[in-house]
């Protein structure tokens, strides 16, 4: 189970799942893909130093994998979304949001 709901992320330990991001200027333009980067960061809490995880957008898209989440403990954790315009180099930030991950019961 992987499921995004405004902005906050559940999913269960060990499973895939998938992110599109998809962004628009402030007069509501699509920003395409190839027009910014974009890196997933997974913290602890967000007063920690070392990021548990972190993702890069490739083509507006992030998966996860089994081997991401399969060996972290079950709880919350706190992510953000940074993204830079490659036009002017602006840097806008996506979040902070929570990202759970349940426990699973079958451990195979």
Known sequence: ???????????????TGAMDLALTDEAGNVIEPEAYSAIFSLKRSIDDVPYIMQ????DGKISFTHADTN?????????DIQVEITQD????TIGP???VIMPDVTRE
């Open 1 to 15: 189970m992987f499921q995004i709901v405004k902005n906050n992320i559940r999913m269960i330990r060990g499973d």
């Open 97 to 99: 949001a929570t990202f």
């Open 71 to 79: 060996n972290l403990p079950a709880g919350q954790y706190t992510y």
């Open 55 to 58: 993702k890069t957008f490739v």
């Open 89 to 92: 180099s602006s840097i806008h």
